[in-house]
């Protein structure tokens, strides 16, 4: 079975270049997590999707950041502009049903800002 | 606001032994409360959860307790394996809102 998939792997680019970050959730899942991972502060919740509809966006740093979910099969997670603070260990994750299911993580996209 | 705090930071167990990873909680509305895994390179995968209604939890070697009074749970891990070495963390959240409040991590090396 396919899991979440994350793309890209890794992502290095300038100070205040536009960076998207995009997610496939598992087939069936109707909840979809954004979170960023760095050592200073762990794994943040920054959004979450019930059935493409942002329930919690309370995580979302600022303004420069932005995320959508088109259809039950693809979201992304956008920076413009990124800042070198922004560099962390973004991941997804998708859970099915209701109540309190696995959340299923992709491997992340590693991101760094110059 | 710090709502989950997990210790040891780190933790170095001899193959064989135990490891002990401890959370604790301040809000009291949370009612479900997993542990997840995660090697180098990876995401966190799932390893065990339990909600407050019962007192401990066994999975093979496994295991949660948790002190609703107190509000702590913790992780033993009952003979330690090198590959059991990764970042473990604590998690809670409230039924319905599904978001998942982490702790801090703790990065377990069991040595061979």
Redo the contacts between chains.
């Keep these: 079975d396919a899991g979440v998939i994350q793309s890209p792997r890794h992502e290095v680019t300038e100070m205040g270049q536009e960076v998207t970050l995009r997610c496939k959730p598992i087939s069936g899942h109707n909840s979809l997590f954004w979170y960023r991972q760095t050592m200073m502060r762990g794994l943040e919740l920054l959004i979450y999707f019930n059935n493409n509809v942002p329930i919690d966006d309370s995580g979302m740093p600022e303004d420069r950041f932005s995320a959508k979910m088109p259809n039950a099969s693809f979201s992304t997670l956008k920076i413009q502009p990124s800042e070198p603070r922004d560099s962390a260990v973004y991941f997804c994750a998708s859970s099915q049903g209701q109540g309190n299911q696995p959340q299923h993580f992709g491997d992340g996209t590693r991101l760094s800002i110059l | 606001q710090q709502q989950v705090k997990q210790s040891p930071q780190s933790l170095i167990v001899q193959k064989g032994g135990i490891s002990i990873i401890n959370c604790a909680y301040e809000n009291t509305a949370f009612d479900?409360f997993?542990w997840y895994q995660q090697f180098p390179?990876?995401?966190?995968?799932?390893l065990i959860?339990i909600?407050p209604d019962v007192s401990e939890k066994k999975e093979g070697r496994f295991t949660i307790s948790f002190n609703k009074s107190a509000k702590q749970f913790s992780l033993h891990i009952m003979d330690s394996q090198p590959g059991d070495s990764a970042t473990y963390?604590c998690a809670a959240?409230i039924?319905?809102?599904?978001?998942?409040?982490?702790?801090?991590?703790t990065r377990l090396q069991v040595q061979p």
Excluded at chain 2, 96 to 105: D, E, M, P, V
């Design positions: 479900y997993p390179g990876k995401g966190p995968a799932l959860a909600r963390f959240s039924t319905g809102r599904r978001a998942l409040t982490f702790g801090s991590g």
